[in-house]
């Protein structure tokens, strides 16, 4: 029987003071079936929790990164998409979560 190799999924979540529904948004990534995804933690300068609150996740797959200066949603995501590994990218804003089997059931369609 053949192995198949689960690809990595790089996960970007772009946050400016998204503290609000940040721990569930994170949970829901943390709790996907598939398990072989990068979180790419984009704080676009936070003046809020928010990056206390990802720092109380004990999960290698979380990497956190501070921008330099705030700047627009679509280049916080550039400038994130440089720091991914993954064969797919998908992004999850800090007050959405997902479905437990989100990322299985996309990757099929693929």
């Given at each position: 029987?053949?192995?198949?190799?689960?690809?990595?999924?790089?996960?970007?979540?772009?946050?400016?003071?998204?503290?609000?529904?940040?721990?569930?948004?994170?949970?829901?990534?943390?709790?996907?079936?598939?398990?072989?995804?990068?979180?790419?933690?984009?704080?676009?300068?936070?003046?809020?929790?928010?990056?206390?609150?990802?720092?109380?996740?004990?999960?290698?797959?979380?990497?956190?990164?501070?921008?330099?200066?705030?700047?627009?949603?679509?280049?916080?995501?550039?400038?994130?998409?440089?720091?991914?590994?993954?064969e797919f990218i998908t992004f999850l804003d800090?007050?959405?979560?997902?479905?437990?089997?989100?990322?299985?059931?996309?990757?099929?369609?693929?």
């Amino acid at each position: 029987m053949k192995s198949e190799k689960k690809p990595l999924i790089s996960i970007i979540m772009n946050c400016f003071n998204g503290e609000t529904y940040l721990k569930e948004s994170i949970k829901s990534i943390i709790s996907q079936t598939h398990t072989n995804w990068e979180l790419i933690f984009w704080d676009n300068k936070s003046t809020d929790k928010s990056s206390e609150i990802l720092s109380k996740f004990n999960d290698r797959r979380l990497k956190y990164f501070c921008a330099d200066q705030h700047t627009t949603l679509y280049k916080a995501r550039n400038l994130a998409i440089k720091k991914t590994q993954g064969e797919f990218i998908t992004f999850l804003d800090t007050d959405d979560w997902w479905a437990s089997n989100k990322l299985e059931l996309q990757l099929k369609l693929f």
